[in-house]
């Protein structure tokens, strides 16, 4: 029967991938804002998804995965298959 992991041994498990994971993002925001007309996109609706999503990531508590996955999701269309 499998066992059930402490949120230790989550923490120090899964530690070096989660630092990882935001090396990465940083990483990809800094060339953006490096790059050429970085300062035109900064309303631009993307970036918007992104720091919205930053700022879930941000929140206390259980649920932060579906909360960033509804956040990147389009709305239900009733008939969307239809079209």
Not at 33 to 62: F, V
Not at 63 to 68: D, F, I, L, N
């Amino acid at each position: 029967m499998p066992t059930t992991r402490s949120a230790q041994e989550i923490l120090e498990q899964d530690f070096l991938n989660m630092r990882c994971l935001i090396l990465d993002l940083a990483a990809a925001l800094d060339r953006i804002d490096r790059a050429e007309g970085s300062e035109t996109i900064e309303n631009h609706e993307q970036m918007a998804l992104l720091q919205g999503g930053i700022d879930l990531l941000k929140q206390q508590g259980a649920g932060r995965a579906a909360q960033v996955q509804l956040h990147f999701s389009d709305q239900y269309e009733d008939g969307w298959n239809g079209k």
